[in-house]
């Protein structure tokens, strides 16, 4: 069974932080990078974020310095802390996990969880 699911989207104010959380499991697969995406209303879905099974993480020059990366890969989790929202950070974040199959990565996507950043 395959599954990623995100949590801890909402409503928050400019300026506010929120902290985002995934999980997934890859039918027993060892999960190497995880990462997230957005896509904001009537934008192409961009990349915010990823990080190695190792720690080393990736940044959208858009996020950086704002939004930090984890991961707890005992609990197969992945955390994006966001600070200092903005409006435009407005979007549906997908968290993605990657495993290795025929020695091609293969990323799996969840269904996205919804963060809109108010005045």
């Known amino acids: 069974q395959v599954s990623v699911v995100e949590s801890g989207g909402g409503l928050v104010q400019s300026g506010g932080s929120l902290r985002l959380s995934c999980t997934a499991s890859l039918d027993g697969f060892e999960i190497t990078s995880m990462a997230w995406q957005r896509q904001a209303p009537g934008r192409l879905r961009e990349s915010v974020a990823d990080i190695t099974g190792f720690g080393i993480t990736n940044y959208a020059e858009s996020v950086r310095g704002r939004f930090t990366i984890s991961r707890d890969n005992a609990k197969n989790t992945v955390y994006l802390q966001m600070n200092s929202l903005k409006l435009d950070d407005t979007a549906v974040y997908f968290c993605?996990?990657?495993?290795?199959?025929?020695?091609?990565?293969?990323?799996?996507w969840g269904q996205g969880t919804r963060v809109t950043v108010s005045s």
């Open positions: 993605g996990a990657t495993r290795i199959s025929g020695g091609l990565p293969v990323t799996y």
